[in-house]
């Protein structure tokens, strides 16, 4: 298995620009989550979608932030408009129901930075 | 509300044994999770305890106690691969609450 797929790995944006994470979860794992990373802040749950649902968005920082999960295979994070400090490293994670259900797999990041 | 502590930083030698302290404030708690982060990289999973008592994996070792609200990650025979952060994060139903982290620096 590939694993958890993010896109793109770096992003550098302009503050006011908007910004698409782009997350392809494991095949067959019901729950995606989006989590953010900062030296301030640590590792903070933004949202979480089970079966394309999303289920708790209490961690989403304000209304410029929002996230789809149009199939299975796919979600977004856009942020609209970007601040400088939304600079972080954004992970997908996905898990499963079953036997390994506490078991979240991380993708490799998103790094953003905004000037 | 909810909250972890663990230590910020911990430094050991190869070869020794290092034991890493998490103590947590929750509601709806399920079970205590590790995971350890490279520099540069995605954090992995290393351990899920639901249940007083210690959980064995290779090297690496977890134990919890809920009357305590508490648990720690030990790791033995340490090699200088070990070196990374290691968080650990509570699981309320589905979701997962991290701590702050606490950065292991093994020497030679």
């Known amino acids: 298995d590939a694993g958890v797929i993010q896109s793109p790995r770096h992003e550098v944006t302009e503050m006011g620009q908007e910004v698409t994470l782009r997350c392809k979860p494991i095949?067959?794992?019901?729950?995606l989550f989006w989590y953010r990373q900062t030296m301030m802040r640590g590792l903070e749950l933004l949202i979480y979608f089970n079966n394309n649902v999303p289920i708790d968005d209490s961690g989403m920082p304000e209304d410029r932030f929002s996230a789809k999960m149009p199939n299975a295979s796919f979600s977004t994070l856009k942020i609209q408009p970007s601040e400088p400090r939304d600079s972080a490293v954004y992970f997908c994670?996905?898990?499963?129901?079953?036997?390994?259900?506490?078991?979240?797999?991380f993708g490799p990041g998103t790094r953003l930075t905004v000037l | 509300g909810q909250s972890l502590e663990q230590p910020s930083e911990v430094t050991a030698v190869e070869g020794a044994i290092v034991q890493i302290n998490c103590t947590y404030q929750?509601?709806?708690?399920?079970?205590l999770s590790w995971y350890q982060q490279h520099d540069g990289g995605a954090p992995t999973f290393l351990s899920y305890n639901a249940l007083d008592g210690l959980e064995e994996t290779g090297r690496f070792s977890s134990f919890l106690s809920r009357s305590d609200s508490y648990g720690y990650l030990l790791l033995q025979e340490l090699q200088m691969k070990d070196s990374a952060s290691y968080f650990c994060?509570?699981?309320?139903?589905?979701?997962?609450?991290f701590g702050t982290g606490t950065r292991l620096q093994v020497f030679p």
């Open positions: 994060a509570v699981r309320r139903a589905d979701k997962l609450i």
């Open positions: 994670a996905s898990s499963s129901t079953g036997p390994r259900t506490n078991e979240q797999f």
């Open positions: 929750t509601s709806g708690f399920y079970g």
């Open positions: 095949s067959g794992h019901d729950y």
